[in-house]
């Protein structure tokens, strides 16, 4: 199994980005895929996931501007930011869960003017 993320990059604040996650098998296989970040000093943070049914849920701190999304044809899951802040630089890791997690190689994204 294999994910792999694409994406990332520079973005001015209050820009938006849109980062993929495309599984090698169907995205069915897992109950819940979704994003990790990681900021420098910082511990890693979930950012929000999706289930295998739809749900969705994100962290606070960034309710109203992400949102997390898939194409179940396309074996992908999305995340859409929006009114990007500096606070939300770092590496975007994706991750899904089976009987075990598997982890994305992470893209970055950076946010400065």
């Known amino acids: 199994v294999q994910l792999v993320e694409s994406g990332g990059g520079l973005v001015q604040p209050g820009g938006s980005l849109r980062l993929s996650c495309t599984a090698s098998?169907?995205?069915?296989?897992?109950?819940?895929m979704g994003w990790y970040r990681r900021a420098p000093g910082k511990e890693r943070e979930l950012v929000g996931d999706?289930?295998?049914?739809?749900?969705?849920t994100v962290v606070d701190s960034v309710k109203g501007r992400f949102t997390i999304s898939r194409d179940n044809a396309k074996n992908t899951v999305y995340l859409q930011m929006n009114s990007l802040e500096p606070g939300d630089a770092a590496v975007y890791l994706c991750?899904?869960?089976?009987?075990?997690?598997?982890w994305g190689q992470g893209t970055q994204v950076t946010v400065s003017s």
């Open positions: 991750f899904g869960v089976t009987w075990r997690t598997y």
């Open positions: 999706i289930t295998s049914g739809g749900s969705t």
């Open positions: 098998v169907s995205i069915f296989s897992f109950n819940t």
